[in-house]
């Protein structure tokens, strides 16, 4: 995440928020507000997948119906699922349809730490950052929030009350003003 604040930032203002003056001085309040933030974004994940993962292990069982499936073969089928999903979403992203660009905003919104949110603005870090990395950040944000609070029994229609309800939630939403 500390790659992302450099593309978001103006050389200037990273200079200033994220980077200490000397191996002796501080880090910067920014910076340190920053680190918490992205502390939370880990935590809420690992939650996430803790939670997607206990849930998969005590619903999916082996072929045989013999008993559930081990935690680990869990892990591996919400990865496959959440790498598929992912790929489609690119996918869908790379055709750069303007349809899709209240679901890039709304989800950069989300996935997006606020301290930047608020500091550069949602319009300049979409100028500043390049397409592939924001594209990256959506699907990535879309798989994991879908499958981790789905688990593997969904369906198309699932993925589709999932996507029109964060459209519902992103209507009239504004980004956070700048500094």
């Given amino acids: 995440m500390e790659v992302f604040a450099a593309l ?3 050389t200037a203002d990273h200079d200033k928020f994220l980077c200490s003056r000397d191996e ?3 880090p910067p309040e920014f910076y340190e507000q920053y ?3 992205i502390l939370a974004a880990v935590r809420h994940n690992a939650k996430m ?8 292990n005590h619903e999916v069982k082996y072929p045989d119906g013999s008993r559930y499936i081990r ?4 892990t591996i089928l919400l990865s496959k699922k959440i790498n598929d999903m992912q790929s489609y979403i690119l996918g869908v992203l790379e055709e750069h349809d303007p349809e899709n660009d209240w679901m890039v905003r709304a989800v950069l919104r ?17 100028e500043n950052t390049p397409e592939a990395y924001l594209n990256a950040m959506v699907a990535t944000w879309i798989a994991d929030e ?4 789905n688990g593997l029994q969904t369906s198309e229609f699932g993925f589709f009350q999932f996507m029109r309800s964060l459209e519902e939630k992103s209507e009239g939403e504004v980004t956070p003003s700048t500094m």
């Avoid at 989300?110 to 979409?126: A, E, N, Q, S």
């Avoid at 879908?146 to 609070?149: G, Q, R």
Wanted: glycine share 4%.
């Fill in 110 to 126: 989300r996935c997006v730490p606020r301290l930047l949110l608020v500091h550069c603005g949602l319009d300049k870090i979409v």
């Fill in 8 to 10: 978001c930032m103006d």
């Fill in 146 to 149: 879908f499958v981790y609070s």
């Fill in 71 to 74: 935690k680990t073969d869990a």
């Fill in 49 to 56: 997948e803790f939670n997607g993962i206990w849930k998969t």
């Fill in 24 to 26: 002796t001085s501080a």
């Fill in 35 to 37: 680190v918490q933030e």
